[in-house]
């Protein structure tokens, strides 16, 4: 089992930035990969992204180099800063650990970001 927890959500105008964290806690071991989806109120769930435990990481092709995916290991947390902020950003962001032979998953409970004017 694996525990996720995230923080940093909140409010922003256009053009701001967030920081958000995911803590993973529990039986992290074998090869994985944690990552940020988000979904927006009637949309489907989207890939943020990505960050493999080799160092990989991919991101959604609406990122367009404004956010950056990075991880500490020793914390087992991964990290989403968010720049540039769009109100099409605006979603429930949430933190995403899969084991990459897709026997395991687990989701945090969510955090939301609100972009507005």
């Known amino acids: 089992q694996v525990q996720l927890l995230e923080s940093g959500g909140g409010l922003v105008q256009p053009g701001g930035s967030l920081k958000l964290s995911c803590e993973a806690s529990g039986n992290i071991f074998g090869r994985h990969v944690m990552g940020w989806y988000r979904q927006a109120p009637g949309k489907e769930r989207e890939l943020v992204a990505a960050?493999?435990?080799?160092?990989?990481?991919t991101y959604g092709d609406f990122v367009r180099g404004r956010f950056t995916i990075s991880r500490v290991d020793a914390e087992n947390t991964i990290y989403l800063q968010m720049s540039s902020l769009e109100p099409e950003d605006t979603a429930v962001y949430y933190c995403?650990?899969?084991?990459?032979?897709?026997?395991?998953?687990?989701w945090g409970q969510g955090t939301q970001v609100t972009v507005f004017s």
């Open positions: 995403n650990f899969r084991t990459l032979d897709n026997r395991l998953e687990y």
């Open positions: 960050f493999f435990d080799s160092g990989v990481k």
